[in-house]
């Protein structure tokens, strides 16, 4: 079946412009996660998804930061007013909550450059 | 909170020959999963192995296993009959076990990237 999707795959923005940044899960996968790739600080888990909740979202780094879910598939994260520190490769991944280890499996990720 | 550690930004090893990217943890509790993930330019997440804190026995998974010592809280990677192919970014990620129905987010290292040569 389909893996993971996100897009776009690189989205080049202006300092001030808001962004969004779509996630499809594989078909099934009630789990989803966000997670940003930036040279400075590694990887970093932003928001966790079960269904249509996030009941962890402890990761976003600023109010700026929101994502949202709909019928418990497709998720979508919002950056306002972008700042170019925001500028990271975004990961999206998505597993199973039934299982021995809920692996999570990934998506290619969205490279956002802010300028 | 739980920190994972990677010593080595970079390692190279020789085609066919074998290599081991070292990995340690810090973490207070007792079930949890370990895992090696592999990051080839294409930025896709790739799992190439996991490790069950509660088993004893190290995982394989055909020319990767795992030296898992859990009292010293090491997690090493084995890459034997290295092949161009394993050239990557190879990440460890912890993951609690979390309360059955629920899931947990990974926590990553910074990363080790190989190079393979001919």
């Known amino acids: 079946g389909a893996g993971v999707s996100q897009s776009p795959s690189n989205k080049v923005t202006e300092k001030g412009k808001d962004v969004e940044l779509r996630c499809d899960p594989i078909s099934g996968h009630t789990a989803l996660y966000w997670y940003r790739q930036s040279l400075g600080q590694g990887l970093e888990f932003l928001i966790y998804f079960q269904g249509n909740s996030a009941p962890d979202k402890s990761g976003l780094p600023s109010d700026r930061f929101s994502a949202e879910r709909t019928g418990g598939s497709v998720s979508t994260l919002t950056i306002q007013r972008t700042q170019q520190e925001d500028s990271a490769v975004y990961l999206c991944?998505?597993?199973?909550?039934?299982?021995?280890?809920?692996?999570?499996?990934f998506g290619p990720g969205t490279r956002l450059t802010v300028t | 909170a739980q920190t994972v550690t990677q010593s080595q930004p970079e390692m190279s090893v020789q085609e066919a020959e074998t290599v081991t990217l070292s990995c340690t943890y810090d973490t207070s509790e007792s079930d949890y999963y370990l895992f090696w993930y592999k990051q080839p330019p294409s930025r896709q997440m790739i799992l190439v192995i996991r490790?069950?804190?509660?088993?004893?026995q190290n995982a394989t998974e055909n020319r990767f296993s795992v030296n898992f010592q859990k009292a010293a809280k090491s997690f090493s990677l084995k890459i034997s009959d290295s092949q161009l192919g394993d050239a990557a970014m190879y990440f460890c990620a912890y993951r609690s076990a979390g309360w059955s129905g629920t899931a947990s987010k990974l926590t990553f290292g910074t990363g080790t990237r190989l190079q393979v040569t001919l």
């Open positions: 991944a998505s597993s199973l909550v039934r299982g021995s280890t809920y692996e999570q499996y």
């Open positions: 490790q069950e804190a509660y088993k004893q």
